[in-house]
């Protein structure tokens, strides 16, 4: 069973037209016993019957429907079925080419007083056309009289219903323009709304990049702070250091006399103890070495940087939040240093590391790690931080760059992180992407070697 084509039969278009022409045909019944007489023409009466069929076909949207109307008007005119064909067939042929003249008109972009002209004289061409129809009818032939001639007959019919048309002929013209008027200015409104709407959605569009531009900003603002802070707390850590270092100077110097002084098992003791001193000294300047390449000494310059150097101080700095059970694989083959904003590296790593640490601390895994791969690829230096974590939704892979998505909970993240990543990789001309592998998800960093 085809249900589109019953569909189509109960489309709320045609639906509209079955209505219209029911009620237009009805209210040219209704005008047909509006009669009055026609001055200067003993016993010719004229009726409005005229007016709803012409104004019913302008609002119709297919030339078969005023086959309809015809048909309902022709009921009050006669129970005679061959008055009634002829009635039915004098209306029917010129509704139905009036309908096309008056859908040719409406293309037209003519203006009121173009239109206005153009629709009166469409109506008395549909006059000319009915009083040649009713020539043939038995009811024109009665009217007119059989033995006259055609030109005669012809003639005097069109004086009968000279004032019929003429009024007729006005209204529909008056009515026409009135609602060409309306239906431009009906779209005319609806195109105000859509430009409306696009210039509404194009604004937001505009609110939420600037706020994106506003919340980076922020973000480099307090980088900038964190940079000078760390600065100064690496520099005052490193003055004790100094002191440290001297200290151990010192016991190497004379750590001969010492050894010739003590025993065995003393001196056992003291040189693992000046091994962990050396040990802890060695990690306190590494630390202080990171912290220093965090800091921001004026304004950001592009420089040809270790990129495995800045991984290493990346993750120095954050060891403290980086869980015992999650293990770094490196894989580093990369031998060119590439051209870098340092700082913004640093903060493109933490953000990417941040998340790995994230995802791999909220999923049961029974194996935890982050891989750091480097390589080089033509022109490009290629970094891929691959986690086994869970793979991400299909649905998600397009947005997860996108300012302010995140998955979450909104005391969790602000969807910036990776969002800031995106701009600052653009910023050195390069790329950046995600993929789910095989046990888990890789993010593909690509620097351009020559900037």
């Known amino acids: 069973m085809n249900y589109r084509f019953i569909n189509n039969i109960f489309s709320k278009r045609i639906q509209k037209d079955v209505l219209l022409t029911l009620l237009f045909g009805i209210l040219s019944i209704i005008f047909r016993f509006i009669n009055f007489n026609i001055p200067g023409v003993a016993g010719v009466q004229s009726d409005l019957r005229e007016l709803p069929l012409i104004i019913g076909i302008l609002h119709l949207s297919n030339p078969l429907y005023s086959i309809g109307l015809s048909a309902i008007s022709s009921i009050s005119f006669s129970f005679n079925n061959t008055e009634y064909f002829y009635t039915f067939l004098g209306h029917a042929i010129p509704l139905f080419l009036l309908w096309y003249c008056f859908n040719i008109l409406k293309k037209q972009n003519f203006n009121s007083l173009k239109n206005a002209i153009a629709s009166l004289v469409l109506v008395l061409i549909y006059y000319l056309i009915s009083i040649l129809l009713a020539l043939i009818t038995p009811n024109g032939l009665i009217i007119i009289g059989i033995e006259k001639k055609f030109i005669l007959n012809y003639k005097n019919l069109f004086i009968g219903v000279r004032y019929e048309m003429i009024y007729t002929a006005i209204a529909i013209s008056f009515y026409y323009v009135q609602n060409k008027l309306r239906v431009e200015l009906q779209n005319h409104k609806l195109n105000l709304e859509k430009t409306i709407k696009e210039r509404t959605e194009h604004l937001h569009l505009v609110i939420e990049e600037l706020k994106t531009a506003q919340n980076h900003l922020v973000q480099s603002e307090k980088m900038a702070s964190l940079g000078t802070l760390v600065a100064g707390v690496a520099h005052e850590i490193n003055n004790p250091l100094n002191f440290i270092s001297g200290g151990i100077n010192i016991i190497k110097d004379i750590k001969p006399e010492i050894e010739k002084s003590i025993s065995d098992e003393l001196n056992e003791s003291y040189t693992l103890a000046t091994n962990i001193i050396n040990e802890g000294f060695n990690r306190s300047v590494d630390i202080v070495n990171a912290l220093m390449s965090f800091s921001i000494k004026g304004e950001s310059k592009l420089e040809n940087h270790d990129i495995h150097t800045i991984i290493d101080n990346t993750l120095l700095f954050m060891m403290s939040i980086i869980p015992k059970d999650i293990v770094i ?75 302010f998505f995140t998955t979450k909970d909104p005391d969790k993240g602000k969807g910036l992180g990776l969002s800031i990543c995106y701009t600052y990789i653009k910023e050195h001309k390069g790329k950046i992407s995600i993929a789910n592998i095989e046990n888990g998800v890789k993010f593909i960093i690509e620097l351009p070697l020559n900037n």
Not at 345 to 364: C, E, G, P, R, T
């Open 329 to 403: 694989i490196r894989d580093f083959g990369l031998k060119e240093l590439v051209p870098v904003y340092v700082e913004k590296m640093h903060q493109i790593f933490i953000n990417i590391f941040n998340n790995a640490i994230f995802v791999l601390n909220s999923d049961v895994i029974k194996e935890k790690n982050i891989t750091l791969k480097t390589f080089k690829n033509g022109n490009s230096a290629i970094v891929e931080i691959s986690n086994s974590g869970p793979e991400i939704p299909l649905k998600y892979l397009n947005q997860i760059f996108d300012p």
